[in-house]
């Protein structure tokens, strides 16, 4: 499966965007699917994820303000982000996460940057 991640870009703080991951295969049996995010010089941090059964888990910071969500018909998996802010400026990747680690191989990522 390849991942291919898009709707980053440049939004003033307060504003919103909605990143998509789209799958080359299906989804539908990948338990977990999640996004991450890397700022340059720090660790990839997993942000969101969803199980197949719609469980969601979130980063402390974004709780409230994100919401994952994944299409398995449509091989997809997206991260609506309201309310953002300078600290959420990164390279946003999706993957499937187990535990600690990313199981599957990683796209180009997309941009967001939150600037005014």
């Known amino acids: 499966v390849q991942l291919v991640e898009s709707g980053g870009g440049l939004v003033q703080p307060g504003g919103s965007l909605r990143l998509t991951c789209a799958a080359s295969?299906?989804?539908?049996?990948?338990?977990?699917m999640g996004w991450y995010r890397q700022v340059p010089g720090k660790q990839r941090e997993l942000v969101a994820g969803?199980?197949?059964?719609?469980?969601?888990r979130y980063l402390d910071s974004v709780k409230g303000r994100f919401t994952i969500s994944r299409d398995n018909a449509k091989n997809t998996v997206y991260l609506q982000m309201n309310s953002l802010k300078p600290e959420d400026t990164a390279v946003y990747y999706c993957?499937?996460?187990?535990?600690?680690?990313?199981?599957?191989?990683w796209g180009q990522g997309t941009q967001v940057t939150v600037s005014s």
């Open positions: 993957n499937s996460p187990r535990g600690s680690i990313a199981t599957l191989a």
């Open positions: 295969g299906s989804i539908s049996s990948i338990y977990s």
């Open positions: 969803i199980t197949n059964g719609g469980i969601t």
